[in-house]
């Protein structure tokens, strides 16, 4: 047999109105303050019942409510025949409130059209019967005790309702708002991880490579030429990294001195290259830049060894085409940069001898196609890889261009010449949101 329900304890306040109203019907009824004369034949004791009755429905206003206008209605009636006090009337009055605001939607939108049908058909009864207009007394009487307290406790309820609704929709903006800085939050660190990997992963990769050279090489020179390299990578990734905490640091997006920071661009690929090709050399690995872009002449050969075309040989030692190519949105340049960085990073540390090769195209009006292929095979040779890698820069590639709608693969590739590690991204040249 399942346990029987606790009974729900009434309300502290419901007490304190149920004693009140009690109290005063004992006290008008010893004072013999009644509205009437009684029923004749009803005992003295009778007009005690009735604010009884109604104090104790008071304890049921909120628990519930709909059975205490129940009892309050039977109190009222037994009241009025036996004498009327005041205190079970006023009583009467609370329940009906009561039951509209603390009652179920159905009580709420019945009671109150119920309330106003039977003052109307009190006051028709009264007038009918008394055949006096002093009759419509009994319909004021009634609208005061029944209709006022049940449309104010369906206008409280509105409020309450309309109240409670605003604090929902608060607490739902407050939620949503967490998510949203929560998702900013993770989307700001993985924009930072990525940063961070790029920008010191390929200096790091040259200083493993170099540091290796100079433990195992006798030659005074080539190590100085190792130690050299090592320097020179070690400023530039301290470089980096102090532009990268001051975009961390700074206000805006900008420098705290108000200049804008300095962000890699497409034009900053012969001088990547040049750097490169001078740490991949030893193993037998060369990189040249082909630049297919709107304004230059027939995809220009841009290498350290080479002219080509009407370029001409810079202090990089990189061929400078003649055309200017379209502009492109700064975040299309950046991310394109880093993309050719990490590819050429990822065959510093695992490509065979051979030739790496960066191919920048566009149409006109179209989106920049970029394709980075590098040998691919097993390196002789113990060890395998030369620097070991965690997978976590073809990630960050992905999401570069997936960030700008665009996209990014990386796997191999049937080359001209055998099996190629290839890496092709494809990013729109507008820096419109992708689609969702």
Not at 1 to 16: E, G
Not at 211 to 232: F, K, M, N, S
Not at 318 to 337: D, H, I, N, Q
């Amino acid at each position: 047999m399942p346990p029987l329900p606790r009974p729900v304890r009434p309300h502290r306040d419901d007490v304190l109105i149920a004693a009140a109203g009690l109290l005063g019907g004992v006290l008008l009824w010893a004072l013999g303050l009644r509205g009437a004369p009684p029923v004749p034949g009803l005992p003295p004791w009778a007009s005690l019942v009735a604010p009884a009755v109604a104090a104790g429905a008071e304890l049921l206003r909120r628990t519930a409510p709909l059975t205490g206008l129940a009892l309050a209605t039977a109190a009222l009636a037994l009241d009025t025949c036996a004498g009327t006090l005041l205190a079970t009337v006023v009583m009467f009055t609370d329940l009906v409130y009561a039951a509209v605001l603390h009652g179920g939607p159905r009580a709420a939108r019945r009671i109150p059209p119920g309330t106003a049908l039977a003052t109307v058909l009190g006051t028709l009864i009264a007038l009918a019967v008394a055949r006096d207009p002093q009759a419509l007394f009994v319909g004021v009487f009634l609208g005061l005790i029944t209709l006022t307290p049940a449309w104010t406790g369906l206008i409280v309820r509105h409020h309450r309702d309309a109240a409670q609704a605003a604090r929902l929709r608060a607490e739902q903006t407050a939620l949503l708002a967490g998510m949203d800085r929560a998702q900013a939050v993770a989307g700001e660190r993985a924009r930072m991880a990525r940063e961070l990997h790029d920008v010191v992963a390929g200096h790091l990769s040259a200083i493993a490579l170099h540091t290796t050279a100079a433990q195992t090489l006798d030659d005074p020179a080539a190590t100085r030429e190792a130690l050299g390299v090592i320097r020179e990578n070690s400023v530039r990734g301290l470089a980096e990294m102090r532009r990268l905490i001051g975009l961390l640091r700074a206000s805006g997006g900008s420098e705290a001195d108000g200049e804008p920071p300095a962000v890699p661009t497409l034009d900053g690929l012969p001088a990547l290259l040049t750097r490169v090709r001078a740490t991949g050399a030893g193993d037998g690995l060369a990189f040249s830049l082909h630049d297919g872009r709107q304004g230059y002449e027939d995809g220009a050969r841009l290498s350290g060894s080479s002219r080509s075309g009407n370029g001409t040989r810079t202090g990089d030692g990189a061929a400078r085409p003649g055309g200017t190519p379209a502009s492109l949105p700064a975040p299309v340049e950046l991310a394109a940069y880093r993309i050719v960085q990490e590819s050429v990073t990822n065959a510093l540390k695992h490509a065979t001898p051979g030739e790496v090769t960066v191919r920048l195209d566009r149409a006109p009006g179209g989106p920049l196609i970029l394709v980075v292929t590098s040998p691919y095979g097993t390196r002789r040779g113990p060890g395998g890889a030369r620097v070991p890698g965690s997978g976590a820069g073809l990630t960050g590639m992905r999401e570069r261009a997936a960030l700008l709608g665009g996209v990014c693969d990386a796997g191999p590739a049937d080359g001209p010449d055998g099996t190629v590690w290839r890496v092709r991204a494809t990013l729109p040249a507008t820096e419109e949101a992708p689609p969702t």
